[in-house]
Protein backbone atom coordinates (compact mmCIF):
# COMPACT_ATOMS: atom_id res chain seq x y z
CA UNK A 1 0.00 0.00 0.00
CA UNK A 2 1.20 3.58 -0.58
CA UNK A 3 1.68 6.56 1.76
CA UNK A 4 -2.35 7.39 1.33
CA UNK A 5 -4.96 6.21 -0.78
CA UNK A 6 -6.56 8.24 -3.51
CA UNK A 7 -8.59 8.75 -6.11
CA UNK A 8 -7.51 8.23 -9.70
CA UNK A 9 -9.15 9.07 -12.66
CA UNK A 10 -9.57 5.73 -14.34
CA UNK A 11 -11.96 4.99 -11.31
CA UNK A 12 -14.13 7.20 -12.61
CA UNK A 13 -17.48 5.76 -14.27
CA UNK A 14 -18.68 9.28 -14.94
CA UNK A 15 -21.83 9.30 -12.72
CA UNK A 16 -21.54 11.88 -10.79
CA UNK A 17 -23.28 10.40 -7.44
CA UNK A 18 -21.26 7.00 -7.43
CA UNK A 19 -18.20 8.29 -8.16
CA UNK A 20 -18.61 11.00 -5.26
CA UNK A 21 -19.36 7.82 -3.15
CA UNK A 22 -16.32 6.37 -4.16
CA UNK A 23 -14.45 9.32 -3.73
CA UNK A 24 -15.37 9.04 -0.16
CA UNK A 25 -15.04 5.47 0.28
CA UNK A 26 -11.17 6.08 -0.35
CA UNK A 27 -11.12 9.11 1.79
CA UNK A 28 -12.18 7.13 4.59
CA UNK A 29 -9.92 4.11 4.35
CA UNK A 30 -7.23 6.99 3.86
CA UNK A 31 -8.37 8.40 7.62
CA UNK A 32 -8.02 4.91 8.74
CA UNK A 33 -4.37 3.46 7.34
CA UNK A 34 -3.17 7.48 8.23
CA UNK A 35 -4.96 7.07 12.02
CA UNK A 36 -3.16 3.47 12.28
CA UNK A 37 0.03 4.83 11.38
CA UNK A 38 -0.11 7.66 13.46
CA UNK A 39 -0.64 5.28 16.13
CA UNK A 40 -4.26 6.56 17.05
CA UNK A 41 -5.75 4.45 19.73
CA UNK A 42 -7.52 1.52 19.37
CA UNK A 43 -11.14 3.24 20.02
CA UNK A 44 -10.38 6.26 17.53
CA UNK A 45 -9.58 3.68 14.94
CA UNK A 46 -12.59 1.44 16.17
CA UNK A 47 -15.13 4.51 15.15
CA UNK A 48 -13.43 5.46 12.02
CA UNK A 49 -13.73 1.47 10.64
CA UNK A 50 -17.45 1.43 11.77
CA UNK A 51 -17.78 4.92 9.83
CA UNK A 52 -16.25 2.73 6.62
CA UNK A 53 -18.46 0.00 7.15
CA UNK A 54 -21.36 2.45 7.48
CA UNK A 55 -20.40 4.03 4.29
CA UNK A 56 -19.65 0.95 2.54
CA UNK A 57 -23.21 -0.20 3.31
CA UNK A 58 -24.77 3.24 2.41
CA UNK A 59 -23.22 2.67 -0.80
CA UNK A 60 -24.46 -0.38 -1.85
CA UNK A 61 -27.91 0.71 -1.07
CA UNK A 62 -27.38 3.51 -3.09
CA UNK A 63 -26.08 1.16 -6.36
CA UNK A 64 -28.89 -1.05 -5.40
CA UNK A 65 -31.56 1.40 -5.10
CA UNK A 66 -30.44 2.13 -9.31
CA UNK A 67 -30.20 -1.63 -10.15
CA UNK A 68 -33.95 -1.92 -8.91
CA UNK A 69 -34.90 1.88 -11.04
CA UNK A 70 -33.55 0.92 -13.68
CA UNK A 71 -33.88 -2.78 -13.83
CA UNK A 72 -30.17 -3.68 -14.52
CA UNK A 73 -30.04 -6.94 -16.12
CA UNK A 74 -26.82 -7.98 -13.91
CA UNK A 75 -28.52 -6.77 -10.68
CA UNK A 76 -28.57 -10.28 -8.51
CA UNK A 77 -25.03 -10.62 -9.57
CA UNK A 78 -23.84 -7.52 -8.61
CA UNK A 79 -25.79 -7.62 -5.17
CA UNK A 80 -23.85 -10.88 -4.31
CA UNK A 81 -20.76 -9.33 -4.63
CA UNK A 82 -21.99 -6.61 -2.27
CA UNK A 83 -23.33 -9.29 -0.13
CA UNK A 84 -20.33 -11.39 -0.03
CA UNK A 85 -18.24 -7.65 0.71
CA UNK A 86 -20.45 -7.37 3.64
CA UNK A 87 -19.61 -10.87 5.10
CA UNK A 88 -16.02 -10.62 4.74
CA UNK A 89 -15.92 -6.94 6.42
CA UNK A 90 -17.89 -8.23 9.00
CA UNK A 91 -14.80 -10.93 9.98
CA UNK A 92 -12.57 -8.51 9.17
CA UNK A 93 -14.00 -6.09 11.96
CA UNK A 94 -14.33 -8.73 14.70
CA UNK A 95 -10.92 -9.91 14.28
CA UNK A 96 -10.16 -5.89 14.95
CA UNK A 97 -12.24 -6.05 17.90
CA UNK A 98 -10.50 -9.22 19.23
CA UNK A 99 -6.80 -9.12 17.93
CA UNK A 100 -6.45 -5.18 17.69
CA UNK A 101 -4.42 -2.51 16.01
CA UNK A 102 -2.37 -4.99 14.16
CA UNK A 103 -5.34 -5.83 11.53
CA UNK A 104 -6.06 -2.45 10.67
CA UNK A 105 -3.08 -2.66 7.41
CA UNK A 106 -4.54 -5.84 6.36
CA UNK A 107 -8.27 -4.41 6.70
CA UNK A 108 -7.63 -1.03 4.76
CA UNK A 109 -5.43 -3.24 2.00
CA UNK A 110 -8.16 -6.00 1.67
CA UNK A 111 -11.24 -2.73 1.38
CA UNK A 112 -8.88 -0.70 -1.17
CA UNK A 113 -7.81 -3.88 -3.44
CA UNK A 114 -11.34 -4.68 -3.40
CA UNK A 115 -12.94 -1.31 -4.19
CA UNK A 116 -9.89 -1.20 -7.29
CA UNK A 117 -10.95 -4.30 -8.38
CA UNK A 118 -14.95 -4.29 -8.54
CA UNK A 119 -14.52 -0.55 -10.11
CA UNK A 120 -12.74 -1.75 -12.70
CA UNK A 121 -14.85 -5.13 -13.21
CA UNK A 122 -18.07 -4.56 -12.43
CA UNK A 123 -19.35 -1.23 -11.65
CA UNK A 124 -17.99 -0.29 -15.17
CA UNK A 125 -21.17 -3.13 -16.36
CA UNK A 126 -24.06 -0.96 -15.26
CA UNK A 127 -22.70 2.71 -16.42
CA UNK A 128 -24.15 2.21 -19.68
CA UNK A 129 -27.52 1.30 -18.14
CA UNK A 130 -27.53 3.85 -15.67
CA UNK A 131 -26.66 6.85 -18.15
CA UNK A 132 -29.48 5.59 -20.67
CA UNK A 133 -32.01 6.15 -17.96
CA UNK A 134 -30.10 9.83 -17.47
CA UNK A 135 -27.76 9.39 -14.37
Request: negative net charge; aromatic residues 14%.
Amino acid sequence: MSDHIEWKDEYSLGIDILDNQHRQFLELMDQAYTAFYKKESKEELGILLSDLKDYTYLHFSTEEKYFDLFHYELKDMHIEYHTKLKEQLAVLMKNFEIKGLDTVPALVDFLENWLVVHLEHEDKKYVRCFKEHGL
